[in-house]
């Protein structure tokens, strides 16, 4: 098992950036399919990027470009670099783990774990 805490969520202007982490205790992050997904009021939970076991990520096309996924396996955490954030980017941000997945996978219940979640609120 896994446990996932995130962080560095807040209020940003658009155009800024913020960089949200998770930190994983239990097994290692590389052992997963780790993946950020983001919840806004009223709306379904969305997939917004995932890096494979391997290493490789992917993105929606809502993000690519903006965002990027990395793993720092020493410190066990998975980070979420968010660039040129727009107001539609605010959501309630959420890290995710996945042992079911070979590859990667965009659907929320392939993935096993879950953090708290962080807000994440982009002003215009």
């Known amino acids: 098992q896994v446990q996932l805490v995130e962080s560095g969520g807040g209020l940003v202007q658009a155009g800024g950036s913020l960089r949200l982490s998770c930190a994983a205790s239990g097994r290692t992050v590389s052992s997963y399919v780790m993946g950020w997904f983001r919840q806004a009021p009223g709306k379904e939970r969305e997939f917004v990027a995932a890096?494979?076991?391997?290493?490789?990520?992917y993105y929606p096309d809502s993000v690519k470009g903006r965002f990027t996924i990395s793993r720092d396996n020493a410190k066990n955490t998975v980070y979420l670099q968010m660039n040129s954030l727009k107001p539609e980017d605010t959501a309630v941000y959420f890290c995710?783990?996945?042992?079911?997945?070979?590859?990667?996978?965009?659907?929320?219940?392939?993935?096993?774990?879950w953090g708290q979640g962080t807000q994440v609120t982009v002003s215009s």
């Open positions: 890096i494979t076991r391997s290493g490789n990520t």
């Open positions: 995710a783990a996945s042992s079911k997945v070979t590859g990667f996978s965009i659907t929320t219940y392939l993935y096993d774990y």
